[in-house]
């Protein structure tokens, strides 16, 4: 593999999102993050950015106009639950805005030759939010922001949400788009209650959203199998000029929050097979969950070296467990499911 610059969208107004005390979607996060790709070794290989805001235009493709005014005025009055789990600060637009936009700077920085990957370490996370609500943690989502001004531009565009909960906004905003693949893997019956393998889209795009259940304890090897099987046939049919990754750290098995049992040695696998899917200089992640601090930032140290070229596992890959079977005969029916 060859080692290449990464550029990384950080901006201190992610930390000022306050989602109150002992919320696990914190600002702390962020500390594990950045120490996290400290240490990579593609740490000297890494150029920061700071992400600027979105604009309205560029979150209409996504969200209603309505909701982003509610959702303005809400963090301007000073904010509060807008759902039992999703909390907004006062400074919490102005840190989805720069969310939402990150993306699309990173875009426009790959097209200038700035990098040929990028990590973007934006919080609040983004795949749960709909187009006209918060949802899970979720204000605006990040990644559909950008799916969408990619393929508005032309372009066919692929994303990967390994998150250990589905991505059920994401699915919602593209489920009949023909430009845009969605490819979902993630614990299965679980928050949000969405996500089974036969939701695969309608109209222009039906076939277009893949998701593939995995039950609790699954192992990063029924995910390898999980690529080789589906992801990477999927790839290969929808030939993306872009691949986005919503990369959840929460399918690691220290998670407070999940039942899966990856390690961050998984997550430079994953990261490598995915990036392989689109061209150098087409490739982004998007942080999304992950709340055990130390796995969190082992997770996204692998992440963002297989993203530099370098695969380094952190931990040890994770061995085949006792619901491994089962899961692998649910990667076989997606597979069926999907290409007969």
Known sequence: MRVVTVLLGRHDAFAEHQTGHSHPESAARLNAVLAGIESAAVAEMIVSFEPRPAVRSELERVHTGGYIDTLEQFCLT?????????????????????????????????????????????????????????????????????????????????????????????????????????????????????????????????????NIPMPGGSSGEVYRRAFDEIVVPVAERHQPDWVLISAGFDAHRNDPLTDLS??????????????????????IAFLEGGYDLAALALSVRACVDALGGTLVHPEPVSSAGPVDELAGDLVSAVARLHFG
């Open 262 to 283: 990856l390690s961050a040695g998984d997550f430079a696998d994953l990261t490598s097979r995915t990036a392989a899917l689109a061209p150098a200089g087409r490739r």
């Open 78 to 210: 000073g904010g509060g639950h807008l759902d039992a789990d999703t909390i907004a600060s006062p400074a919490s637009f102005e840190a989805a805005l720069r969310g939402a936009g990150a993306g699309l700077d990173a875009v426009a920085r790959l097209r200038a030759g700035e990098g040929e990957a990028a990590f973007l370490a934006v919080r609040p996370p983004g795949h749960h939010a709909l187009s006209n609500r918060a949802m899970g943690f979720c204000l605006f989502n990040s990644v559909a922001v950008t799916a969408a001004a990619l393929a508005a531009g032309g372009e066919r565009v692929l994303i990967v949400d390994w998150d250990a909960h589905h991505g059920n906004g994401t699915q919602a905003i593209f489920w009949q788009d023909p430009d845009v693949c969605y490819v979902s893997l993630h614990q299965y019956p679980f928050y949000p209650g969405t996500g089974a393998m036969r939701e695969i889209g309608e109209g222009a795009g039906k076939g277009m959203t893949v």
